[in-house]
């Protein structure tokens, strides 16, 4: 099925001040091509109510969260992607670099790995030895690797806004 789906302008706009505000916030940039960065926006919200997640709007998402969970946007390639290229692979963050004119927007190749070889696809870790068990486990958040100790991740990642689903036991 490929019907058509209309995103209200205003609902585009809301969220794009949003996360301008916490890319800002959080040291990461939103492409300042206002219109190729709306239609970007635009992409994730037909995607939200086409999958339920925001998935990347420059590639091709299967309707399986589970199997997308690494192309929700802020993807888990984004941070490697603009260290490497100063854009992510849809160009919708930036680098420091791009945003002050010395690197160009570039199309970039992609990070991602045939299914079963993906960050969600790895095996979960191992347990520790015992009596070597960590007092509280530590998360990990895929996307940008903020580290936590706590008896559960954090609803959101604090640094890039990812949500719950994007953490991985690290230890
Ligand atoms: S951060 Fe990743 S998911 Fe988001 S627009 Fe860029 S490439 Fe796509």
Redesign the pocket.
């Known amino acids: 099925m490929n019907e058509e789906i209309a995103i209200p302008a205003e609902k585009v706009d809301a969220l794009y001040e949003q996360l301008a505000q916490e890319a800002e916030a959080a040291g990461y940039h939103l492409n300042p091509d206002r219109g190729f960065t709306w239609a970007?926006v635009e992409?994730?919200l037909v995607n939200e109510q086409r999958y339920g997640y925001?998935?990347?709007?420059?590639?091709l998402a299967t309707g399986d969260k589970q199997k997308d969970l690494d192309?929700?946007?802020?993807?888990?390639?984004?941070d490697a992607?603009l260290l490497d290229w100063g854009?992510?692979?849809?160009?919708?963050?930036v680098s420091d670099e791009v945003l002050r004119g010395e690197r160009e927007v570039q199309p970039i190749p992609e990070r991602r790995l045939p299914e079963g070889q993906r960050p969600q696809d790895r095996p979960t870790r191992a347990p520790a030895p015992p009596g070597k068990e960590p007092a509280l486990p530590v998360w990990r958040c895929r996307v940008c690797g903020y580290l936590c100790a706590r008896e559960r991740p954090p609803g959101v990642c604090p640094i890039c806004k990812a949500k719950r689903d994007r953490f991985e036991r690290f230890w």
């Open positions: 970007l992409g994730l925001r998935a990347c709007p420059c590639r192309i929700i946007c802020p993807c888990d390639y984004r992607d854009n992510c692979y849809c160009a919708l963050y």
